[in-house]
């Protein structure tokens, strides 16, 4: 039985395949001991280390990202695990575990870049004016 799941985190998008298997787990082909940069490499085995080897040492997981950059990628990616695992397992111990710790390892995050206003360089900058 191969649970998918999929999360966000800003324009990236996680796709994560869990399965019956030995606790390998690989992040779009590359296994997350070698996957670089390092702070990413945490952020995405934070749901790992929290659910522990009891339950990692069942399953397989292979996640595919795209889009955003390496830090969303990971962000995206450790949410999608973290759902992946509350829902193979279906035990609500662990889910609540994972909301204590962070309420946004099992939703989106929904802060989004702001839209840029017209006549304006970026999204909140304007240009100064003299009233005296």
Do not use: C, W
């Not at 985190?9 to 796709?15: H, Y």
């Not at 296994?31 to 490499?41: C, I, K, T």
């Not at 889910?95 to 204590?100: E, S, T």
Request: no cysteine; glycine share 6%; net charge positive.
């Amino acid at each position: 039985m191969t649970i998918i799941v999929t999360a966000k985190r800003k324009t990236a998008i996680a796709r994560a395949y869990i399965k019956e298997g030995n606790g390998k787990v690989t992040i779009n082909s590359i296994p997350l001991q070698v996957y670089e940069p390092f702070l990413a490499r945490l952020r995405i085995s934070e749901p790992l280390v929290l659910a522990g080897e009891d339950y990692i040492s069942k399953v397989n997981i292979k996640v595919k990202v795209k889009g955003g950059g390496y830090m969303g990628k990971a962000e995206a990616a450790r949410i999608a695990i973290a759902k992946g695992l509350v829902k193979y397992f279906d035990d609500d111990k662990l889910k609540l575990l994972y909301l204590q710790y962070d309420p946004y390892m099992l939703k989106s995050d929904p802060r989004r870049k702001e839209q840029r206003k017209s006549p304006t360089s970026k999204a909140r900058k304007h240009y100064t004016t003299a009233y005296r």
